[in-house]
Structure formats: C-alpha cells, structure tokens
C-alpha cells in the first residue's frame, strides 16, 4: 500500500482525533501528544492499535514509543538524565524521531516533548515503503 505523506497525514490524524478526543485543528505535524493533544502513557497503547488497524501494519512494541527498557533502565539514566548511552539506545530504537534538541539537555522529564505528530508520520511512512 504505497501511500502520500497527506494520505497518511490524515490517517494519522483521524487516528488521533479519535483515541485522544481532541479536534481535528488541534492535529498539526508539530503538535506534541502529550504537551498539547493531552495523551498520557495509557493512551500510546491505544494510538498504536489504531494505526495497526488503520495502516493494516504491525507495530512492534517499543518502536513508535520508548518503553520501559529505556526509561525503566537505571545505567540509561542517572540523576533525571538520559545517559549517551541511554540516548543511542533510544535513536537506534526509533529513529524516526529527531533527538538532537533533546541530546543537548536530556532530561527525562522532556522525553514527552519528542513525541510530536511528525515523528508518527515519519515511522508510519518508512513501515509502508
């Protein structure tokens, strides 16, 4: 299924709208989940199943998302910080996120941050073609 970046934009939208009950203005390529569409850890299992669902992909766990295997691991994190190694971990893992504004401060309480409507559009994008 070869899709355009607005096609999948407006999946990736839809998606949003319904599992975060936000509007659909409020969805901009640079909007944040948590920040400014209000997502909370609970909701990225449901925004996962439903870009599954709608994407008919399969996304592994930890992809899209870190999880606990970085953010749980106390030598990838000391003092609030994300360590380097910590930091490489996460941009093997999911490099469809851009880290490098977050690398110059990596404070565990900013992760959230990197989590925007673009870096689901880039991962979405890469499974499909």
Known sequence: MSLSREEI??????????A???DDDEVTEDARLMEDLGAESIDFLDIVFRLEKAFDI?????ELFP??????DSDLIVDGKVTEAGLAQLTEQMPHVDFSEFAKDPDINKIGD????????????GKLN
């Open 58 to 62: 399969k996304i592994p766990r930890e």
């Open 114 to 125: 990197l989590f925007k409507v673009s870096s689901i559009l880039g991962y979405i994008e």
């Open 9 to 18: 934009y407006e999946k990736v939208k839809d998606t949003l709208v319904d």
């Open 20 to 22: 975060l009950g936000v």
């Open 67 to 72: 999880g606990d295997n970085v953010l749980g």
